[in-house]
């Protein structure tokens, strides 16, 4: 049984990878929490989300692979030869995918989100109640 892996130990499996294949649920609802990890990591995708999915309608904006959709189990069930053109295009011509709109993870990164915690935590110690009260 695979192990699960440490975050930092993930990324850089992620960033060695020749392609990825990143697949969701059948369910509609369903968001994928490593999505932005995979666009973060330059490497070309294969995804196969349904079409309601927000996960499907990231990777699609973001570009860098190819994002595959379906509507219903029934259209899940028939995408043979969708899957099987797609990871041909996938293993034999990455380059052609480009690499992902960075602006689409932008907000995710590291640098962006210690950016913003700094700025939460210059307004509260700047706030009226901490300097009067001495609160943090």
């Known amino acids: 049984m695979p192990q699960r892996l440490p975050y930092l130990q993930a990324i850089a499996s992620l960033r060695q990878a020749d392609g990825l294949l990143l697949l969701g649920s059948d ?3 369903y968001t994928a929490s490593k999505i932005y990890s995979a666009l ?3 490497r070309p995708y294969l995804s196969i989300y349904s079409s309601e999915s927000s996960a499907h309608a990231i990777l699609k904006q973001a570009g860098g692979g190819i994002a595959l959709s379906f509507d219903n189990r029934y259209q899940l069930e028939n995408m043979d030869s ?6 041909y295009d996938l293993a034999t ?3 052609a995918l480009g690499r992902a709109n960075s602006l689409t993870y932008a907000t995710y990164k590291a640098a962006r989100i210690a950016e913003r915690f700094a700025e939460i935590f210059e307004r509260v110690t700047l706030s009226p109640r ?4 001495g609160d943090v």
Not at 82 to 87: K, M, T
Not at 130 to 133: D, K, Q, T
């Open 27 to 29: 369910e509609p609802h």
């Open 40 to 42: 973060m990591s330059e």
């Open 82 to 87: 969708l899957v099987s053109n797609a990871l």
């Open 93 to 95: 011509k990455p380059e």
């Open 130 to 133: 901490a300097l009067v009260c």
